[in-house]
Nanobody
Framework: QVQLAESGGGLVQAGGSLRLSCAAS????????MGWFRQAPGKEREFVAA????????YYAMSVKGRFTIARDNAKNTAYLQMNNLKPEDTAVYYC????????????????????WGQGTQVTVSS
């Protein structure tokens, strides 16, 4: 069992940056693929970014590619989402997720593929 806790959300002006953290407890993250998702008001939860268990493979939604960077520090059992050049349309609750996998280089983009979820952190981008 893995418990995930996001932090780092807040209010930022358009063009600004935030770094979200996802701290894990209960199990080491070394055997988990990590993902970030977001859910805006009135919309479905959507994929943002994913990183393979090894950290060597990443994948991004087109809407954030080039602006967001996913990272992980297995020694700290923490994943991160660095968000730069934020836009008002990035406003959402951001969730981290973990999927247990035996594949070191796989990533996953589907909500139903992940085993564990955090409670979410609010990101609000003002224009």
């Amino acid at each position: 069992q893995v418990q995930l806790a996001e932090s780092g959300g807040g209010l930022v002006q358009a063009g600004g940056s935030l770094r979200l953290s996802c701290a894990a407890s209960g199990r080491t993250l070394t055997t988990y693929t990590m993902g970030w998702f977001r859910q805006a008001p009135g919309k479905e939860r959507e994929f943002v970014a994913a990183m393979s268990r090894s950290g060597g493979t990443t994948y991004y939604a087109m809407s954030v590619k080039g602006r967001f960077t996913i990272a992980r520090d297995n020694a700290k059992n923490t994943a991160y989402l660095q968000m730069n050049n934020l836009k008002p349309e990035d406003t959402a609750v951001y969730y981290c997720a973990a999927k247990s996998t035996g594949y070191s280089s796989h990533y996953y983009t589907g909500l139903n593929e992940y085993d564990y979820w955090g409670q979410g952190t609010q990101v609000t981008v003002s224009s």
